[in-house]
């Protein structure tokens, strides 16, 4: 009985601020569903326990009071013997009254004893009952921090992939760069051709305009 109320006492002074911290670090709620399964196996030992010491509080009472009820019998009966004129029966019947007496005394003493552990139980039940709902309350809080703690942690590897350039995606990059200045190039080239032949074929159609007229002139002067 000692152990598990000094088991229950441990649990109910827990430090849950130390123990939410704890589970902050590992980034694991693990150490708070195991404090709970710890503190609920107790709190079930610790009602069986109270159910126990009850009873038997009850038990010692009724003993206390079956004995309290024969001792004001016998009182009545040693009376009466006395009054009758029978001191022999008398004196055993005295003799059983005060052996009643005690075993009610005891049975009394015992019952009030046992009625303060059942109280004492009851109490830390409360208390244990309590702190395990703070602590399933603290949970849930833990479960929704950790969440958002990913979700940062997510979105700042999403960030830093996007903003920071890896080994290979530098080299991907630099391959479409160069594709791209190639590109640039062939086009400007193209310009250039483009130029070319378009001065070509100026200078073609300039030549044939040449040699028409000379052509004509050649036909007029006769030399055809």
């Known amino acids: 009985m000692a152990s598990l109320l000094e088991k229950v006492n441990t649990l109910i002074s827990a430090n849950l601020h130390a123990l939410v911290d704890r589970a902050l670090k590992a980034n694991s709620i693990a150490v708070v569903d195991e404090y709970i399964r710890r503190a609920e196996d107790n709190l079930e030992a610790l ?33 009466f013997l006395l009054k009758g004129g029978k001191e022999d029966l008398a004196l055993a019947a005295q003799s059983r009254l005060n052996t009643f007496q005690e075993l009610a005394e005891q049975y009394k003493a015992q019952a009030t004893q046992q009625a303060a552990e059942f109280q004492k139980l009851l109490d830390s039940r409360l208390k244990l009952e309590a702190k395990i709902a703070e602590i399933k309350q603290e949970r849930e809080k833990l479960v929704a921090m950790l969440e958002l703690a990913k979700s940062k942690e997510l979105t700042h590897k999403v960030v ?22 190639r590109l640039d190039k062939a086009t400007a080239q193209g310009e250039v051709d483009a130029g070319r032949l378009e001065q070509q074929m100026d200078d073609l159609l300039e030549k044939d305009k040449l040699a028409r007229q000379l052509a004509e002139r050649k036909q007029r002067l006769g030399l055809g």
């Open 160 to 181: 830093s992939g996007v903003a920071g350039v890896t080994s290979e995606e530098a080299g991907i990059g630099n391959m479409q760069e160069s594709i791209q200045r």
């Open 47 to 79: 009602e069986d326990a109270a159910a126990t010491v009850g009873g038997e509080a009850k038990t010692l009472r009724r003993k206390h009071e079956e004995y309290e009820e024969k001792v004001k019998e016998l009182d009545q009966q040693i009376d």
